[in-house]
């Protein structure tokens, strides 16, 4: 049985509208769905391609853990320091608040002190391995803005792969995979995100960048470089996003490498810190996140500027007279013509496609549109 955990903004903050921004002025680009004009037959709708902001998609998540007892603390563990095997002063016990590390800890306020966060049990089964599936899932299809990020409090995992899905969990492809071996582990040529080119850019790759070496203490990250690709294409400080925008436009696969349901993360070995596992000693060997930040936001086929968070699921607050999740089909009576995702271009409006209302007598639009429901 997996156990979900719903995380959720309090109820005043439910609309994702109101989210900060985090990034270069250029992704400022398609916030507004329509604005008046005037035309020769009166006040009309001039319609443009339109998505939400970017924000912190943690607050929207489940996590399930697989297997589901994973988490430490029951029964209650006594824990030693990976670079220490003397220092064995750390205690989880789920009955305690104090000394509990739940999931929910890897979506909390950061900057805590001391640091909160998830922890597995210790690898009291070595050698079988140490594996644990973390899966978030967000019921919705969102698009990601900005590099995936885990803090473990650990060392960072010697082995690791980060998978998506499209399909709500269904099936799974590999983002990354991560490695102090890449050979070794996978069979796979060592790379960086530095390596990839526009044209392999959506080549999987195994990275040894976060993994290799015993310097947990100094970076405790693993990333999955989202903006490093974004970069490809609109230049090292993304201030060609027309060029991006271009790109996602015309390339599904490209638009799909970036859009998700689900991530997860199969980690596969716990940091060691030396050849050899210490048997003597196994309660230094674990898995602890403190952090795990996703950017992003609603896929809505740029005919939304707004996703809500309403009775635990994510939706568009359709324009264009969409409707539907994802804005993925016409309103009803206004199947004028055939649904279809909005535009990027022509730059910076892009067009909206509308959905048309039926008519049984037709006359030639003007450039603007007519002011009808949305």
Not at 77 to 89: D, G, K, S
Request: hydrophobic letters at 30%.
């Amino acid at each position: 049985m997996i156990w979900p955990l719903l995380f959720t903004l309090q109820a005043v903050c439910a609309s994702m509208s109101h989210a900060m921004q985090h990034y270069p002025a250029a992704w400022g680009h398609y916030d507004v769905c329509k604005s008046q004009i005037y035309t020769e037959e009166g006040l009309a709708w001039d319609y443009m391609a339109c998505q939400p902001e970017a924000t912190d998609m943690t607050k929207y998540l489940r996590v399930a853990l697989d297997p589901p007892n994973i988490t430490c603390g029951d029964p209650p563990e006594t824990y030693c320091a990976l670079e220490n095997p003397y220092m064995c002063n750390n205690e989880c016990d789920a009955t305690t608040k104090e000394l509990a590390h739940p999931p929910e800890l890897m979506f909390d306020f950061e900057g805590r002190n001391p640091t909160t966060f998830w922890q597995s049990s210790s690898w009291k089964k070595y050698p079988k391995p140490l594996q644990v599936n973390l899966t978030l899932s967000w019921n919705k299809t969102i698009e990601l803005t900005d590099d995936i990020v885990l803090t473990f409090e650990s060392g960072r995992p010697e082995q690791m792969v980060l998978e998506k899905s499209l399909d709500y969990g269904r099936t799974w492809t590999p983002y990354q995979f991560y490695a102090t071996d890449c050979l070794d582990a996978f069979t796979m040529e060592p790379k960086t995100a530095n390596d990839l080119t526009q044209r392999t850019l959506l080549d999987i790759i195994c990275t040894e960048d976060y993994s290799r070496g015993y310097v947990w203490k100094n970076d405790k990250t693993v990333r999955f470089e989202i903006k490093d690709r974004f970069a490809l294409f609109a230049g090292p400080r993304l201030h060609n996003m027309a060029s991006l925008y271009g790109q996602l436009d015309t390339t599904k696969n490209l638009r799909d490498f970036f859009t998700i349901t689900d991530l997860r993360i199969k980690l596969l070995k716990p940091a060691t810190g030396a050849t050899m596992v210490d048997e003597n000693n196994l309660s230094r060997y674990f898995y602890a996140i403190s952090d795990i930040k996703v950017q992003g936001r609603c896929k809505c086929n740029l005919h939304a500027n707004s996703c809500v968070f309403d009775k635990g699921k994510l939706g568009c607050e359709c324009e264009h007279n969409t409707t539907g999740p994802d804005c993925s089909r016409c309103k009803r009576h206004y199947h004028g013509r055939a649904w279809s995702v909005g535009s990027y271009l022509p730059i910076p409006k892009g067009t909206a496609n509308i959905c048309k209302y039926i008519m049984r007598l037709c006359s030639a639009q003007p450039s603007g549109h007519p002011l009808t429901p949305r």
